[in-house]
């Protein structure tokens, strides 16, 4: 029913920028939560950045200060902009909402399939 396309992943060398973009498509009423997680290899995944819809933003430590998480409602989509890359950061960065189909629905998450971000010299 609801659809994440992620874009804007690739490879960066250290210190350098990339912006992740993540459009919701399908039958949507409304979007809460939106959010970015990672996962690096042999790793769980971790939350790195969320805004609620009242623009309420929360970020891993690592990243702050780093990154930056917005969004676009009437577009329906968030982004993560990430600078100052390192290393640490390569994963696959994934697009994550928390969504309402309708108005007497229950708010149900749903899950982009993945860009790589790989930081190295």
């Known amino acids: 029913q609801v659809q994440l396309v992620e874009s804007g992943g690739g490879s960066v060398q250290p210190g350098g920028s990339l912006r992740l973009s993540c459009a919701a498509s399908?039958?949507?009423?409304?979007?809460?939560?939106m959010a970015w997680y990672r996962q690096a290899p042999g790793k769980q995944r971790e939350l790195v950045a969320s805004?609620?819809?009242?623009?309420?933003?929360n970020y891993t430590d690592s990243v702050k200060g780093r990154f930056t998480v917005s969004r676009d409602n009437a577009k329906k989509m968030v982004y993560l902009q990430m600078n100052s890359l390192k290393p640490e950061d390569t994963a696959v960065y994934y697009c994550?909402?928390?969504?309402?189909?309708?108005?007497?629905?229950?708010?149900?998450?749903?899950w982009g399939q993945g860009t790589q971000v790989t930081v190295s010299p």
């Open positions: 399908g039958i949507i009423f409304r979007i809460y939560r």
């Open positions: 805004i609620t819809d009242g623009d309420s933003i």
């Open positions: 994550n909402v928390d969504v309402r189909t309708t108005a007497i629905s229950a708010r149900n998450d749903y």
